[in-house]
């Protein structure tokens, strides 16, 4: 019986112009690595994985296209059906070396966190797809040791949170009917989006804090933003959404405004609003994160007033 092979595509950070080039540096790289085994024989590499106890392999081809996105001098890396670890193993060692591993066949690079499982590594789970389809869901991820599920809608591609609580249920007791509502929740847009989301912390993980508090705004610091006891300074950080990249970048432009400052009584929503107002970005805002440390400033009557620093990631921009 023929072993099947699921295959990723090595992408560097700045371009693959010439992939044996490429495939050498990355070979040599993974030479030096304790965990990894590499035996290389013409334009492939045997990498065995002591992470895995299995071998996986690496090689370079001048042609490949997939549905959506065209590459040229493609570094190939295959893995065997159901051998995740060595995939992850790989995808660890490489991504602070300026490589990322990419799914060709559904379109997105892995994420930096090895404990999120690519679903379409390993054999499918008939029961839990059942569930995911009866809701017009497929699974894409897991976290690993959990039932935390993230999903593309088969409608309109974007990528929900499963209720993890709800999902055990229904898989013990196949006769229940849920409402959609309360079995998953949106949480990106698309693929490329999730992927950039969740490498910044931005995506959540509770399905029932996201359906009761939103997931637009993630507030680190615990000050209340909602309805502020004094004025609070804000130091906005932007950065950009890159679709082709599936990531954020640091922002290229900062909006002149005249204050920075939340008035007594105001909100961070009203803040956002004004930055949406102003016509300055012409895009809109994704999700915001308020970083855990409250710092001060003095006021004309030496009076302490909180800054907070407020990363805005923006979708991409329009020209």
Same mark, same amino acid.
């Given at each position: ?170 898989? /013990?007791?196949?006769? &229940?009917?849920?409402?959609? *509502?309360?079995?998953?929740? %949106? =949480? @990106?847009? #698309?693929? !490329?989006?999730? +992927? ?78 004004? /930055?949406?107002?102003? &016509?300055?970005?012409?895009? *809109?805002?994704?999700?915001? %994160? =308020? @970083?855990? #440390?409250? !710092?001060?400033? +003095? ?21």
């Amino acid at each position: 019986m023929s072993v099947q092979l699921i295959n990723y595509f090595v992408l560097a950070e700045g371009s693959l112009d010439d992939a044996s080039l490429e495939f050498d540096k990355l070979v040599n790289f993974l030479s030096t690595r304790d965990n990894f085994r590499v035996n290389i024989k013409d334009n492939q590499a045997s990498i065995f994985s002591l992470d895995s106890g299995k071998t996986s392999f690496l090689k370079f081809k001048i042609e490949k296209k997939t549905k959506d996105v065209s590459f040229n001098n493609q570094i190939v890396y295959s893995i065997e059906k159901d051998d995740w670890e060595s995939a992850k193993s790989l995808n660890n060692a490489i991504k602070n070396y300026g490589y990322r591993l990419f799914n060709p066949t559904f379109g997105f690079f892995l994420v930096n966190s090895e404990n999120l499982t690519d679903l379409s590594a390993l054999s499918p789970d008939k029961k839990i797809n059942d569930i995911f389809k009866s809701f017009g869901l497929a699974p894409l991820f897991k976290y690993e040791n959990s039932l935390v599920y993230y999903a593309i809608n088969k409608k309109d591609k974007s990528i929900h949170l499963v209720n993890r609580h709800l999902l055990e249920f229904l898989s /013990l007791n196949q006769k &229940a009917v849920a409402e959609k *509502k309360y079995f998953s929740i %949106k =949480v @990106a847009d #698309d693929i !490329s989006h999730f +992927i950039a989301l969740f490498d910044r912390g931005l995506i959540p993980i509770s399905f029932y804090q996201a359906y009761f508090e939103g997931n637009k705004i993630i507030n680190l610091s615990g000050y209340n933003l909602l309805k502020t006891d004094e004025n609070i300074i804000i130091t906005p950080v932007f950065f950009e959404f890159v679709s082709n990249r599936q990531a954020f970048r640091s922002g290229q432009k900062t909006p002149f405004m005249k204050e920075n400052i939340i008035q007594k009584g105001g909100s961070i929503e009203n803040y956002l609003k004004q /930055l949406d107002e102003g &016509a300055f970005f012409k895009s *809109k805002i994704i999700c915001v %994160k =308020v @970083a855990q #440390d409250v !710092s001060f400033e +003095i006021d004309k009557n030496k009076k302490p007033i909180p800054r907070l620093t407020v990363s805005i990631f923006l979708d991409e921009q329009n020209n």
